[in-house]
């Protein structure tokens, strides 16, 4: 099933290719030309203006998530990928991608196994982290299917 391409501006259908768009980064990106409005566009595909291919985006996320820290991450991709970006870069992927991911999740339905897991972490904030207090974070995870089904 090929995904139709729509104008941004008019959301028409009928359009056709005008040619590439070269990235330093990104590779070329498909130029399309729309028939109604003649207005130009290059498809949005979830990574518009980003400056870093998807593959680096997503491998961030990926082993941020896998308890790498973001300097961690960032270390990783100067050590061994040769890739120039900041900490904050990462932390910001992770924020705007998981806002996203989000709401397609609340759409599915999992099959769970019935057996929870559920863990407790202690947030400190303020001047003095050694004594008690500040956030609670509970995490609520199916043992087979290792799905978050519940957090507060």
Known sequence: MEMQIKCPKCKGTKVVKRGVSPTQNRGKQQIYLCKPCKKTFIQDLGF?????????????????FSNLSSRKVRNHYRRHEGIKTSHVS???????????VTKFVETLKP??????????????RGYNTKKKGGDKFWCSVDWRTRYINATL
């Not at 518009?48 to 941020?64: F, H, P, R, S």
């Not at 990462?90 to 996203?100: A, E, I, P, Q």
């Open 48 to 64: 518009w203006k980003m400056k870093n291919n998807e593959q680096v985006v997503t491998k961030a996320i990926d082993l941020y």
């Open 90 to 100: 990462v932390l910001d992927w992770c924020r705007k991608y998981v806002l996203k």
């Open 111 to 124: 099959e769970l196994s019935g057996e929870l897991y559920v863990d407790e972490t202690d947030i400190p």
